[in-house]
């Protein structure tokens, strides 16, 4: 028989990870040009923090309605809505859900916001890629970084710190990369030239970038962005996907998306030779989904955490053993 409920993490207030709670909710039905995706892992992010906390609704105790939360998944689709020729029921698939509800059971997709789930990789990894895959093309994009160039990304072990790092050095660029200590060897292994935080960081960049930053992306939101602009030169070359003050330096706030596909095209290439891979943090069940937000807002991450909500129905596909991420702690 044919499920008609869901689970869905939601809130009902703002605040901490506390106020996060798993509730019972109707099966989507997808509508035109839709999918219905019974969901197997999904990541979690900084948006989703922010937005559990009301960031972006200043002055407004509460959501009117229990809010859900999630921006990327990786599943097998299970329903397919009219116009909808290019996929079929069973394909596994990662990518957005139309709402940012990805932290569920089932979710909608828009047919070009998903993308075939390569068969190497579990449905964990697939997972932690759509946001920090597409974010770091996007924003890379929008600087116009080219080959010879000098990136520095801030938060570089982060998810979208990670997937930048590693595209601007396939696209020929050198990589200087602020992280905490415990992530300079593995930046060192993907190419880039790692820096610490704290006072003395324009003078750490220049020593390790003499010919000077072409480009920064603004990962970790932590007031770098005058900094930024100083070693960039112009507010026009830094952009920031993670400070809400960036129109008071004039910088450019990157958001939206580009169509997953678009971007696929470009990065499954990297994916399928090694040139880009995400190792993931920990695991997490949906049901301890207050721990996995406690332990991404911790900060000091190697990658991605990510949530699973179904056990795999894909052979291929199996959990994550931290002896396949060298230095990521297991969970406990």
Known sequence: ??????????????????????????????GHGQVRVRIHAAGANAL????????FTPGQEAPAEPQPLGLEMAGVIDAVG?????WDLGRPVLGRTVRPDALATHALASVDGIVAKPGSLTFEHAAALPVAAETAYRTLRELGLRSGQTLLVHAAAGGVGLMAVQLARAWGATVIGTAGE?????????GATPVTYGEGLADRVRAAAPQGIDAVLDASGRG???LSVELAGSPENVVTIADLDAARHGVRFSKGGLPLPQVWADVLPLIEDGRLRMPIEAVFPLEKASDAYRRLEGGHLRGKIVITATTPVDPAARSVDAADQPGVPPLN
Request: glycine share 8%; net charge negative.
């Open 1 to 30: 028989m044919t499920a008609t409920i869901a689970r869905r993490l939601q809130h009902a207030a703002y605040g901490g990870p506390e106020v996060l709670e798993l509730a019972e909710v109707p099966l989507p039905e997808p």
């Open 48 to 55: 989703d923090s922010k937005l559990r906390r009301g960031l």
């Open 82 to 86: 009219p116009g909808v020729t290019e």
């Open 182 to 190: 415990a992530n300079h060897a593995y930046l060192r292994e993907l």
């Open 224 to 226: 770098v962005l005058p």
